[in-house]
């Protein structure tokens, strides 16, 4: 039986992950189609009425560029999350959508901000200090592969393009910072060796045995009878070369 705070596959890792990129392009879908603009509902900074963006901003893009450019990181990092921190997975997704969205309304421009991408980058930036923080080479391990898919995505938090919500992403970022010093706690057993539990007792471990006080190696007539039986000797002749043969011309 497996623990919560253990790896291992089950459903729930991919399928929570699906179900909300299916949820996103469901909307998607039907503003398309049934000719829909939700884009009133995405976040309005400092307006009463914008605030119900936090909620909503997340599951609305504004094209089918966006759309893609958004889809593929959150499966990939909602489904890291969902592995490999299961037991807060659902605290950091829900807590940090609301805080980055609420630090968005508080900090962004007078515009609608809409897309999933301060969700990406709160999940970015989770992964990446948390798992150097950990210290176990797993999380540690999953922090690098972060870094190397989608380290480039730092400079997005930047206001370099005025068409990109810079805010959410910043708000994004600081929040998955926060995030990974306050879900501090352990999100993986430690796996101890026998030697290293308490309760170790070297005289009872057969390995212990063979060696001294001092940590010479012991050994017995059956130890020296085996070396003798399996070992392989190796006998060299020696031929005097014999002398090239001159020919007479």
Avoid: C
């Avoid at 909620?55 to 893609?68: A, E």
């Avoid at 400079?155 to 990109?164: A, G, R, S």
Wanted: proline share 4%; net charge positive; no cysteine.
């Amino acid at each position: 039986m497996y623990r919560k705070n253990e790896l291992y596959y089950s459903n729930d890792v991919l399928l929570y992950p699906l179900l909300i990129l299916l949820s996103i392009v469901v909307i998607f879908w039907m503003e398309s189609i049934f000719n829909f603009n939700f884009n009133y509902l995405g976040i309005y900074p400092r307006k009463l009425e914008g605030l119900r963006g936090i909620l909503f901003s997340p599951f609305i893009h504004g094209d089918t560029k966006h759309l893609f450019n958004n889809s593929v990181p959150l499966l990939v990092l909602s489904t890291a999350l969902f592995y490999f921190y299961r037991t807060i997975r659902w605290k950091v997704l829900i807590y940090g959508l609301l805080l980055t969205g609420f630090l968005t309304w508080l900090i962004g421009r007078p515009s609608l901000h809409i897309g999933a991408s301060g969700v990406i980058y709160m999940l970015t930036a989770f992964l990446m200090f948390r798992g150097i923080i950990s210290k176990q080479y797993q999380l540690t391990a999953l922090s690098f592969g972060v870094i190397f898919l989608y380290g480039s995505f730092i400079w997005y938090i930047f206001p370099t393009d005025p068409k990109i919500s810079w805010e959410g992403h910043l708000s994004g970022f600081l929040v998955g910072v926060l995030f990974a010093f306050i879900f501090n706690k352990q999100s993986l057993s430690n796996k101890k060796y026998a030697w290293q539990k308490e309760d170790y007792d070297p005289s009872n471990d057969p390995f212990m045995k063979n060696f001294d006080k001092d940590g010479n190696f012991i050994e017995t007539d059956s130890d020296l009878r085996d070396i003798k039986e399996n070992s392989t000797t190796v006998n060299y002749i020696l031929k005097k070369k014999k002398p090239k043969r001159e020919d007479n011309l």
